[in-house]
């Protein structure tokens, strides 16, 4: 018996792999094709005496079935997962209408489900293995039996390790004697960090108020789905969770059923399936048409809203809009330290290297097996009936044994004979951390981290505001939810989040834009106003996000936010598994070494010094001076003084000079305030103050770089060019911060006096120059910790 192969498109996907088995005696040898990607052509890979005996299909990803119809042929049976199974006949319906991809009667009809040892002959057997690639994927093993001799081959399709909303992932421990392992080289480094990202996202402005569009395909909209609303019980969020058009059909079909998710297959009205604070999941993953890209044009010009695209067919993502944007690249590869461990586990004889487009070449000489990744179509032998065989590569000899076989090598053949892995039936009970998802980033984005006290009381809304929002949290309530649950819920409604140590996230403006819609009182001028703190507070928190998970890889900017920051994603990682490459950096913390006597705001900075050097925040760069010695840091501002560029004082009052953004958002502030004590910027600007300061006394400000007021202006290429030539030919205008501040200033119908008078400073100077000497703090000057103290009360208040 010999055992042969082909690459069956290695132009296209090179996912797709036509297997042989040649056995003494027999007219005919059976063949299996292990997936039908694009190209893939049957007639030119079989030749005269060949007959295949079935098609295994390893997912319902259109790279892998888009040549079925063609490949199928004498009614043979195409072997799938159950779950793929169920879902086949909608796939093939978006396909068809999308794609062109059709399937026929014949193809629909021959498609089998197996769970267990399935017969192709009397010699071959093939059994289903649990891949964790999308919910329902699975690998095939296939078992050869010849003259008392048998011989395992593996073709793993797209795997993991992880589950997939679910289902459970690829188990290379369970595999003990395999002789020639078929394994994909399509790896990807950053898939745990995206869907971490993009999760957290999502549920962030959903439990800020915003409705919230996350667009994906159906499957992977389906996994999380179940993701989603696993987080929304863990964190006991009240975000309502809809499935919408072909995600819901799929999630039908594969029997999911969690409590806080609605099913809408078919809808008239897109506005049905948005709502404040609701998630909505629907396809495509480039909102440009059917269910997505009808609900993207009802959220495109509300600034208010969010969509959150999770893209995996490398499509452009859509960019225009008002509303927030974010995307994500989504694609469920191992890591390529993955790849190595899984092959490294199974320990094959062979390996041939798949879904890689020219083949392998040196790229797997590390792996300690033969490695064939030939890249093109010709028959290779990989078992000539005595020996396993040598790539042409490496002189086509035989396979040298080194005769040492273990004992459990020994009974591998019986064990693999009663084969049993994890079932291919989905999980209820989520496992997160199996699913790959980071809960400690999750916590940061929602203010669960070990460094904050929340609350999830909402935050004061007028009886109008508490009307509209009341039919979504009718949707998240048990039907058998005792009388004291509901007091509990109108006690503490789960409708916005409060941060009380730190920097709360820009979603609780949206929900004083969505008051002032209920009671027709947003004008245009509040409008831009709010959106622009709105900006502002989303800046420093994605700030504060990208500096926690320590992500060198940023998300591109969408051109229509003020964003300080990227969006993270993409981190390299290390180790054998996913799961262990999601743990983020912790800032340091710890003791002061520092015998010094030090003042209150140096005593709380202190608390961010490295436990084992005791040396300062790693970010910013400490300088011991001799004493009677000045910094060049206090030499900078004293010179500034000294020429009367910083600040003027006068009495127990001091003047300074802001920047025009912040005095703007200070002013803006000070008209929709209700304090009564507050009635100029001066005053407003006075308070804020008094107030940071006490925050840094108390150590609930860190006076780090991400608290200081810094915005930038990104865009597309061409706004950003746009503003590069009104600087250059402009004389009034120097930078983009300009352009911004008249901007707001126009909206505001204001004139914006950048120099604004802070009284009764007589107690709080010797701490605004303590605050400066500080290394562990920026700051430079007296300005900057007043527009620091501004961006602090514009998103604390």
């Known amino acids: 018996m010999e055992i042969s192969f082909h690459h069956a498109n290695p132009d296209a996907g090179n996912e797709s792999v036509l297997l042989r088995f040649e056995f003494d005696g027999f007219t005919e040898n059976p063949c299996l094709l292990i997936d039908a990607g694009q190209g893939v052509d049957v007639d030119r890979l079989l030749e005269s005496n060949d007959r295949l005996a079935g098609i295994c299909l390893t997912h319902a990803h259109l790279d892998h079935y888009s040549s079925l119809s063609a490949a199928h042929r004498d009614g043979i049976p195409i072997f799938t997962s159950p779950a793929t199974a169920s879902v ?24 089998t489900p197996v769970e267990d040892w399935r017969s192709i002959t009397s010699e071959v057997e093939i059994h289903p293995v649990p891949t964790g690639h999308i919910p329902g994927a699975v690998g095939f093993l296939v078992r050869v039996v010849d003259d008392g001799e048998t011989y395992h081959l593996l073709a793993t399709g797209d795997f993991t390790c992880r589950s997939a909303g679910g289902f459970t992932g690829f188990p290379p421990e369970e595999f003990i004697d395999i002789d020639a392992l078929f394994l994909p080289a399509a790896t990807n480094e950053s898939f745990s960090r995206s869907l971490t990202n993009a999760l957290g996202t999502a549920l962030e402005h959903a439990h800020g108020g915003a409705p919230t569009l996350v667009a994906t395909s159906g499957l992977v909209g389906v996994q999380v789905a179940y993701l989603l609303d696993a987080l929304r019980e863990e964190y006991d969020l009240g975000v309502p969770i809809r499935v919408v058009g072909q995600v819901a059909k799929l999630y039908e079909r594969l ?6 998710i609605e099913q809408i297959p078919v809808f008239e009205d897109p506005q049905t399936c948005l709502g404040h604070g609701v998630i909505t999941i629907a396809g495509p993953e480039i909102p440009r048409e059917r269910s997505s890209g009808r609900l993207f044009d009802c959220l495109r010009e509300n600034a208010n809203a969010c969509v959150v695209q999770l893209v995996g067919s490398g499509n452009d993502p859509v960019a225009e809009g008002r509303c927030t944007i974010h995307e994500y690249e989504l694609v469920n590869h191992p890591t390529p330290q993955t790849l190595k461990s899984v092959h490294d586990a199974v320990d094959p004889t062979e390996t041939v290297i798949i879904h890689r487009h020219g083949g392998a070449g040196g790229k797997f000489n590390d792996f300690d097996s033969v490695v064939w990744g030939t890249g093109d179509t010709n028959k290779h032998t990989l078992f000539d009936g005595e020996q396993w065989r040598l790539p042409p590569a490496a002189g086509g000899g035989t396979v040298v044994s080194n005769g040492e076989r273990n004992l459990q090598q020994f009974a591998s053949t019986e064990l693999l004979h009663s084969f049993s892995v994890p079932s291919l039936t989905r999980h209820d009970d989520p496992d997160l951390e199996a699913e790959g998802i980071n809960q400690a980033e999750i916590a940061s984005l929602l203010h669960h981290g070990p460094n904050a006290a929340t609350s999830l009381d909402a935050p004061n809304h007028s009886e109008e505001t508490q009307a509209t929002m009341s039919d979504t949290e009718s949707m998240t309530a ?12 109108a006690t503490h409604r789960q409708t916005g989040l409060i941060d009380t140590t730190g920097v709360t996230r820009g979603d609780q403006t949206s929900m004083e834009a969505t008051e002032q819609l209920d009671t027709s009182s947003l004008t245009p001028k509040n409008m831009v106003s709010q959106r622009a703190a709105k900006q502002l507070r989303e800046s420093q928190s994605e700030a504060d996000l990208d500096n926690s998970v320590n992500d060198d890889n940023g998300e591109p900017g969408t051109g229509q936010e003020i964003d300080s920051t990227a969006e993270t994603e993409g981190a390299q990682t290390t180790g054998n598994t996913e799961a262990e490459d999601n743990e983020p950096e912790q800032e340091p913390e710890g003791e002061s070494a520092s015998p010094e006597q030090s003042s209150p705001v140096e005593e709380a900075s202190q608390e961010r010094q490295d436990p084992q050097t005791g040396e300062g925040n790693p970010t910013t760069e400490s300088t011991v001076t001799p004493e009677g010695d000045k910094s060049a840091k206090e030499a900078d501002t004293e010179s500034e003084r000294e020429n009367g560029n910083a600040e003027t004082t006068e009495g127990d009052s001091i003047t300074v000079s802001l920047d025009p953004l912040a005095v703007a958002l200070a002013e803006w502030s000070v008209t929709t305030s209700d304090q009564e004590d507050v009635q100029t910027v001066d005053d407003f600007v006075t308070e804020a103050v008094r107030q940071y300061v006490v925050a840094l006394l108390a150590g609930e400000a860190s006076g780090s770089e991400k608290q200081g007021f810094a915005v930038n202006l990104t865009g597309s290429p061409t706004v950003e060019q746009t503003i590069e030539d009104l600087v250059r030919n402009s004389g009034e205008l120097d930078s983009t911060m300009d352009i911004l501040a008249k901007g707001i200033a126009a909206t505001l119908d204001t004139d914006i006096d950048s120099a604004v008078e802070i009284r009764n400073m007589d107690d709080h100077r010797e701490y605004l120059d303590a605050i400066v000497r500080n290394e562990s703090n920026t700051f430079t000057n007296h300005e900057e910790i007043v527009e620091a103290a501004i961006n602090w009360q514009l998103c604390t208040e």
């Open 88 to 111: 086949l006949g909608d796939v093939f319906d978006v396909a068809s209408d999308e794609y062109g991809v059709r399937a026929s009667g014949e193809v629909t009809n021959a498609i």
């Open 255 to 260: 029997d999911y059923d969690c409590a806080g």
């Open 478 to 489: 048990d039907d058998d939810s005792t009388n004291d649950d509901a007091e509990e819920k």
